[in-house]
């Protein structure tokens, strides 16, 4: 999960920085009723660009953005100096870019899947990727080679659709799978620590499922947290990994759906 640990890193220490936590992931796909459609992974960091000029407007050191940088200025959150392993960068934003959105070379030859497109968007703080999947089964590949190529994750299966059934297995959460980034370069002597100063960093995080049907009408969601949305086309999940009651209710991405 080498990857995956890298861009946590990245996220906590531009977080710890900019003394704010606006961290969204957004997943979005679209299924048609042969099966095909479009997927969508983003993560946005937008929230943080008034904090970031705001920052740069007061004089602020570049060597400050650093992935190497010492927070220990931070008040009211503790000290706080981020791992030796997050090695100093030039630019922050970009290696965050570079390790969310670089996929057109791992999904190259693919079968099922065209119109790969990179999201790296610096100056609104988005990054990510998007393809069109010509079946469920090439959108599974597709994601089985992502989640081992980034996560080291060996998911087989992430979703299913035959038309009036949709399910989104609980594989592939990428919420959890930062949670377990962050638990084990921690350690077991500082799990609690760090637990703390993530929640305190990224408890508004959050990670959103917006699924399109445009060919269906969502019937029903077994997943509480689903909302119907554009005349029933549209099934929304939202979660916030980090937040406790979610975290009681053992909020979860899996979801069944019955269309009509």
């Not at 503790?78 to 100093?88: E, H, R, W």
């Amino acid at each position: 999960m080498k990857n995956l640990k890298s861009l946590f890193l990245i996220v906590l220490t531009i977080s710890a920085t900019m003394l704010t936590g606006c961290l969204h992931i957004i997943e979005e796909a679209t299924f048609h009723n042969n099966g095909s459609g479009t997927y969508k992974m983003t993560l946005d960091m937008s929230e943080m660009k008034g904090m970031m000029d705001m920052f740069k407007g007061m004089g602020g050191d570049s060597t400050a953005m650093s992935m190497g940088a010492d927070s220990t200025a931070i008040q009211g959150e503790g000290d706080y100096t981020p791992p030796a392993a997050a090695a100093p960068t030039e630019d922050p934003m970009g290696g965050l870019g570079d390790q969310m959105s670089s996929v057109a070379s791992t999904l190259k030859g693919v079968d099922g899947i065209t119109s790969v497109v990179e999201i790296k968007d610096t100056s609104n703080f988005n990054f990510g990727y998007s393809f069109d999947f010509a079946s469920v089964a090439a959108l599974n590949r597709a994601l089985k080679i992502i989640n081992k190529d980034k996560y080291q994750s060996d998911v087989n299966e992430v979703f299913r659709f035959n038309g009036k059934n949709f399910e989104r297995l609980p594989t592939g959460d990428l919420g959890a799978e930062m949670q377990k980034a962050m638990m084990e370069n921690g350690g077991d002597e500082g799990e609690e620590g760090n637990m703390d100063m993530v929640k305190s960093f990224l408890g508004d995080m959050s990670y959103k499922q917006i699924y399109h049907f445009p060919d269906y009408e969502v019937k029903k969601s077994d997943n509480k947290l689903g909302e119907i949305s554009d005349g029933g086309h549209t099934l929304t999940i939202k979660l916030k990994p980090f937040d406790e009651d979610q975290q009681k209710n053992k909020a979860t991405v899996a979801a069944k759906v019955k269309l009509k």
